[in-house]
């Protein structure tokens, strides 16, 4: 292949660059079963932990006796938070600014919560050992729901007792946590007095949790000799791992290093720090061994970190035809036992402010309480931005709601509400800049792809053949247009437990022309290896199989957040083609310098620099990075890499248009996704392969939380959904196929206009199905219902219409 | 999910098994796919002493399918129910069934022995064993016997089985030409036991029905099977309504599990009359 | 618990050891064979990661005994790649259709689609989410899953053909 005779598009695509589905390099080792995964890692000598847990949602623990415990061969230790304490480890930090039991101090707040730790030799005795200490408990009231909590005498936290002021503001109850503003409380008052019609509803979107298929876990080897402890775990922040473990535990920071190895999953589960990765340093501290801890699924349902529980109660104002005018929301937040939420730390209740979604509402107030109960903490972001997708529900659904109140078409009252293309950068009446967007082309390319009006004229027929007695099916057609707020984000207003969210990479090109490129974050399946090397391709002109990507290995990559809420590509994707520009900056000046023309006389063209007028004369990068470390070059350095930290100006608003048909058996209550139609919009894309992947991966999760996926408790605070047979994960068969689109709108500010993807069809999804149940019904009365929507609920809902006879 | 530790056996015929059951009582129990003992067991609500593995023993394997009376090992799994055509032309309704359980390594594993043996109430080949009056054949220290499926439920996880006894085989009798059949399941998903399932064998002027998961037993209802007979859907319903005792779960409340079990009736009822010809 | 001595065909391979009985077969393969690639997903035999062949049949090994598959033919992912260490037809076809995320299903998944595949070498789309129920994924939403089997069954019939 001489490269004389490529026309430059034959060059760009052997670069395999951005906007090439280039095959994942990951699936070589994974699909043959050589994965490294924590649970993979075997060290010499290395002990199993597993955890007592309270049988109890709350209780004092009166008593934990080890004895029989110990005795049995093959135990090493058993920790509970007494043999904590003096090293200041039984309780830890939060990531949203409260500070949550590591071992049970005195008391227990939710079902499953850690009592003791076991260390043993294997995970078998481990198991005999846990059933064999007896812990004491004396039982008290519990509190599952959170209105109740905030009016009960029970109090949850006595550790907190008399502090009326917490990390977010005053505290109006002692199982209150925090209230947050934003927007114009007077203003959006004074509009619902006045507006022509005002829809109010009770908006839900219940406990559910991320459940990825590999669950929580971490290896803790401490080095007694070197002082240096070394954790592997499932983090989808290894850095701000290191830097908690470091506080915490007053370890030196450069004497830890964190290691993420291959995860299996994350979806918001491995953001949060959790009493085990504690237990297994402690007890790596303790022992003098390496310790292991990896949880199961049961524990992983009923203890780590939990997503949504948020009562929404909204109010939306609207002119007779249509116009919105303006919009109030009041949520109360369960947090569970410990406010263990992953926010950035100014924002208690993420970014729920992005609830005027994507309409132009121009006055509107949102308060957030946060409240205590039973319940496990957490609060993470489950794939979505932070509140992301709490916020999306509750706008698409308050539209619905409108709209049957205004007695108009939903897909109308949307388009008369869109922010248009020319109101870009959009300043939105909570607070936020919109970089761009083109809803009103993507919402008549989606409603054209599925032929609305058709759907509606079948809809129609259906009811009139449902009201004759000839069918008992009825047919649903979910609408959601979101509007997503990803990529957190500026250092000015967004840190986690103080660390600004910029994210890193920093590239090294070999004088062969191969390179390798390292980043502060983490892939969990979003095939980072893959896709990031596509941009350091186009942006460098080496082929992005030439270029080896590295993440979670804290004494290697620079530091940086992590992977969750969609930041990936927004952040560390802006670093990398930051990074890749720096190297481009110095190429042209070697380039420039071999050519023997001035800096400003050559020109880049897709892998090569060549002299203006005269593209036969050029350096490709390969020769260029060979110069950069064969040639003395006067005033430039030797070697050819970079770094970059970037700190990005806005976030990003992916948006997108997605159309569900729906058909449900009013006498059953089962469903069947007939067709799912997807249209994304998030800005360059940079691999369309794995986008597709993407949004069938996150609209399958919408499917599961819509219509069935919750954790659900009993009076008595007991999970009642702790196994994959009762928390809803739909099988291959009852997974519909989707249809994909998309439209281009790129960020302005974003060096490649990338804004980010993963997580936006969970977003737009969970509404798209709801809506789809409701619509079902709606030309019977039904205004709003609660999901989950699984077979019970749908058919209470056509029982409570009078369906049944 | 670790279970506790066992003395594990494997004897190669019927008399070596039983004579193990009694040696050490209740602390032993036996195994055959494992697919609900072995779970049971993880959450430690299930601990013996001994485990004696049924798989080597020849006389419990095989599916016999004679002119009148079709017999069925006890180790017999659901994937081989499912695939053996002589079996599906002469008792359809168990292929039918048999799809409708579980996935498909569950199945594979997961026999007919340890599903009717089992005793719990979402266990699907139990009704089905009802509604087709199937019998057991029982093996212990003080002989044989043979006990009537709709004999030998007696709550959840009791069963007319002495813990030294064995279920050796499962006969049924072979429908006559004109009997139509149909299973009707309701569940969340696959892999999911049954929110309402219903049996139903009708023609030639005599009919059977039996419903899983409505009750803490398997519910066969000889009136509700009359009434099906005399060709009054309607009655039967009523009956088969009348008799079971469904309660709230996840799957759902009372009054949803009632309505789905006479949607799931009616629907097999219908098919079954349909195949009746 | 005294230990038992087991015997087993792993890959082609005999292997043995000592195990306590209630050994469950995924920690035998994981742990003492070092054979990594069934993955434990759900312990309670709802997720399928774990799935491996034993003797012609998929089987969820969270759900085994060892003692209960002693002197077995064992199949894992690992056996599933070709002799020359190249990827095999299901291996290549799932990377090939962006069938994983994560990964951590597939090894699970690529097995169980190889028993299908043996009994079914034609199977339509409907049979393979049937015949995949068994194996949950949350990453991929299966759709790509389903083509990966597909284009596996299309180029094992062109690959048999071909050898005739
Ligand atoms: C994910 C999952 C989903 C499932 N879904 C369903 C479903 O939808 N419907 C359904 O019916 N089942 C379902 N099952 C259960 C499955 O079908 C079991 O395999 C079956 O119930 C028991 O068969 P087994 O051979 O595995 O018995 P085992 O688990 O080996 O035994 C079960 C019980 O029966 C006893 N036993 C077994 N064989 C004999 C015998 N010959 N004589 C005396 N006692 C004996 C055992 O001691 C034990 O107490 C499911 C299982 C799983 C794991
Ligand atoms: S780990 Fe075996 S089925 Fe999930
Ligand atoms: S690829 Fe992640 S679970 Fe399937």
New binding site residues.
């Given amino acids: 292949m001489n490269d004389q005779t490529l026309t430059p598009e034959e060059r760009a695509a052997n670069l395999k660059g951005m906007g090439s589905s280039r095959k994942r390099v990951e699936d070589v080792r994974f699909t043959q079963g050589k994965g490294n995964y924590v649970d993979d890692i075997k060290l010499d000598g290395m002990l199993f932990g597993d955890f007592v847990r309270s049988p109890y949602a709350h209780a004092r623990v009166v008593s934990v006796n080890k004895e029989a415990a110990l005795a049995l061969p093959g135990v090493i230790a058993v920790l509970t938070a007494e043999d904590l304490s003096p090293l200041g480890l039984h309780w830890m930090p939060t990531l949203a600014g409260d500070k949550q039991m590591v071992l049970a101090d005195g008391k227990v707040l939710f079902q499953g919560q850690e009592v003791a730790f076991v260390v043993a030799e294997d995970r078998y005795i481990a198991a005999d050992a846990a059933e064999l200490v007896e812990v004491e408990y004396e039982e008290l009231p519990v509190l599952t729901d959170p209105f109740e909590a905030l009016k009960s005498d029970v109090v949850l936290r006595e550790d907190l007792e008399g502090q009326t002021e917490g990390a977010h503001g005053p505290r109006k109850h002692h199982n209150h946590i925090f209230t947050w503003e934003q927007g114009d409380k007077d203003a959006t008052e004074a509009i619902l007095a006045e507006a022509d019609v005002v829809a109010e509803e009770m908006v839900y979107y219940h406990r559910t949790h991320p459940c990825p298929l590999e669950t929580c876990g971490s290896v803790a080897s401490m080095d007694k000799v070197t002082g240096k402890l070394t954790l592997y775990g499932t983090f989808q922040a290894p850095h701000a791992i290191r830097t908690v473990v470091s506080l915490i535990s007053g370890i030196a920071e450069h004497n830890i290093r964190v290691i993420s190895p291959d995860i299996g999953g994350g979806f918001g589960n491995k953001v949060g720090a959790y009493a085990g990765y504690v237990c297994s340093v402690v007890a790596s501290i303790v022992t003098g061994k390496p310790v292991k801890w990896v949880e199961d699924r049961m524990e992983n349902l009923m203890s780590t970190a939990f997503a949504r529980d948020y009562w929404m109660q909204g109010k939306i104002a609207a002119t007779k035809d249509g116009k919105i005018t303006g919009l109030w929301c009041h949520t109360t937040a369960d947090h569970g036992g410990f406010d263990a939420c992953a926010d950035p730390t100014k924002f208690p209740a993420g970014f729920m402010n992005i609830c005027t979604g994507s309409y132009d509402i121009p006055t509107a107030y949102l308060a957030v309480d946060g409240v205590y109960t039973n319940k496990a903490p957490g609060g993470v972001a489950y794939r979505c931005s932070f509140r992301v997708t709490e916020a999306a529900y509750f706008i698409e659904r308050m539209i619905e709601v409108l709209a049957i109140k205004l007695n108009m078409d939903a897909a109308e009252l949307r388009r008369i509400n869109f922010i248009k293309a020319d109101q870009f950068p959009y300043q939105s009446a909570l607070g936020w800049e919109y970089d761009s967007g083109d809803y009103h082309t993507a919402w008549d390319k989606a409603l054209k792809a599925v032929d609305y009006e058709g759907l509606r004229a079948e809809q129609a027929q259906r009811v009139e053949e449902f009201k004759a007695g000839k069918t008992r099916k009825l047919l649903g057609i979910g609408l959601t247009h979101f509007t997503e707020i990803v990529g957190a984000g500026p250092v000015k207003n967004c840190d986690i437990l103080g660390l600004g969210m910029f994210d890193s990479c920093e590239i090294r090109i070999h004088p062969t022309g191969s390179a390798i490129a390292r980043l502060g974050t983490i892939s969990q399946g979003q095939g980072h290896a893959t896709t990031f090397a596509q941009i350091i391709a186009s942006e460098i002109g080496l082929p992005a199989d030439d270029i080896t990507l590295e993440e979670g290995d804290t004494d290697t990559a620079p530091y940086g957040l992590g992977t969750y809420g969609s930041r990936s590509t927004p952040v560390a994707g802006a670093a990398t083609a930051m990074a890749a520009r720096k190297i481009r900056a110095k190429a042209q000046m070697i380039a420039a310098y071999l050519l023997e023309v001035h800096d400003d006389d050559v020109e880049w063209d897709v892998d090569r620099f060549a002299v203006k007028g005269a593209p036969e004369r050029f350096k490709t990068m390969k020769e260029i990075a060979f110069a950069a470390y064969n040639q003395a070059i006067p005033g430039l350095e030797p070697g050819l890499e970079a770094v970059s930290y970037y700190d990005p100006p806005n976030m990003t608003y992916p948006f997108g248009a997605y159309i569900c048909v729906m058909e449900i058996d009013v006498d059953t209550g089962e469903w069947d996704v007939r067709k799912f139609y997807a249209l994304d919009d998030c800005g360059t894309r940079i691999n369309p392969m794995i986008i597709d992947g993407q949004v069938h991966g996150g609209v399958t999760e919408a499917l599961a939380i819509a219509m069935g996926q919750e954790i659900a408790y009993d009076e008595m605070g007991n999970v009642k959904t702790g196994t994959?047979?009762d928390f809803f994960l739909p099988t291959a068969w009852e997974t519909p196929n989707y249809i994909t689109d998309y439209t281009v709108t790129p960020s302005p500010h974003h060096p490649i206009g990338a804004k980010g993807v993963g997580e936006s069809p969970n977003v737009g999804g969970v509404p798209c199905f709801s809506n789809a149940v409701h619509d079902a019904f709606r030309p019977f009365g039904l205004v709003q219902s609660h999901m989950p929507h699984d077979h019970w609920r749908i058919w209470k809902i056509a029982n409570g219409l009078g369906m049944h006879g | 999910m670790i279970p506790a530790g066992f003395e594990y056996h494997r004897p190669g015929d019927i008399a070596s098994a039983i004579g193990i059951l009694e040696e050490h009582g209740d602390e032993a129990?036996?195994?055959?796919?494992?697919?609900?003992?072995?779970?049971?067991m993880k959450l430690r609500m299930?601990e013996m002493g001994h485990l004696?593995d049924?798989q080597a023993i020849e006389e419990?394997k095989g599916i016999e399918v004679g002119s009148d009376t079709v017999t069925l090992g006890?180790?017999v799994?659901?994937h081989e129910l499912i695939t053996h055509d002589g079996l599906a032309a002469a008792i359809p309704l168990i292929r039918e069934a048999a799809l409708?359980?579980?996935?498909p390594?569950?199945?594979y594993?997961?026999?007919?022995?340890?599903?009717?043996?089992?005793?719990?109430p979402?266990?699907?080949?139990?009704g089905l064993m009802q509604c087709l009056n199937a019998t057991f054949d029982?093996s212990g220290p003080d002989g044989n016997r043979s006990v009537a499926a709709r004999e030998f439920y007696e709550a959840a996880?009791f069963t007319a089985?002495e813990d030294e006894?064995?279920?050796?085989r499962i006969s049924i009798p072979v429908p006559g030409a004109g009997v139509g059949q149909a299973y009707e399941?309701q569940?969340r998903k696959i892999?999911?036991?049954?929110t309402a399932a219903a049996a139903v064998m009708v023609g030639n002027g005599t009919a059977s029905v039996a419903m899983?998961n409505l009750a803490d037993t398997p519910v066969w209802s000889e009136s509700a099977s009359a009434a099906l007979a005399d060709g009054d859907v309607n009655g039967c319903v009523a009956a088969m309504l009348d008799a079971i005792e469904p309660v709230a779960d996840n799957r759902g409340p009372v009054e949803f599990k009632k309505h789905v079990a006479g949607v799931m009736l009616r629907r097999a009822i219908d098919r079954a009359q349909n195949r009746a010809g | 618990m005294s230990k038992m001595h087991v015997k087993l065909t792993v890959n082609g391979k005999e292997v043995e050891g000592l195990a306590e009985p209630r050994t469950l077969l995924i920690h035998f393969l994981r742990e003492d064979l070092k054979i990594t690639g069934p993955h434990i997903g759900c312990e309670?035999?709802?997720c399928g990661a774990c799935t491996v062949d034993i003797d012609g049949k998929s089987v969820?090994s969270c759900?085994t005994f060892v003692a209960q598959v002693n002197g077995a033919d064992i199949t894992t992912v690992e056996g599933l790649t070709n002799d020359d260490g190249s990827l095999g037809v299901l291996q290549e076809m799932f990377r090939e259709h962006h069938g994983l995320q994560c990964g951590f299903c597939t090894p699970g998944m690529i097995t169980r689609a190889h028993r299908l595949l043996q009994e079914n070498p034609n199977p339509t789309e409907e049979e393979i989410r049937f015949g995949m129920a068994?194996n949950l994924c949350r990453c991929t939403g299966y759709q790509n899953i389903v083509k990966a089997i597909s284009a596996s069954a299309d180029m094992l019939n062109a690959q048999k053909e071909a050898a005739e």
Avoid: C, F
Wanted: aromatic letters at 4%.
């Fill in positions: 994959l047979m | 129990r036996v195994i055959a796919g494992g697919h609900s003992l072995i779970p049971m299930a004696v049924l419990l006890a180790m799994t659901q409708q359980i579980a996935d390594q569950v199945r594993v997961g026999t007919v022995g340890g599903n009717v043996a089992n005793g719990d979402g266990n699907d080949m139990p029982l996880y089985r006894e064995i279920l050796t399941k569940k892999g999911d036991y049954a899983t | 309670t035999s709802h969820k759900t068994g």
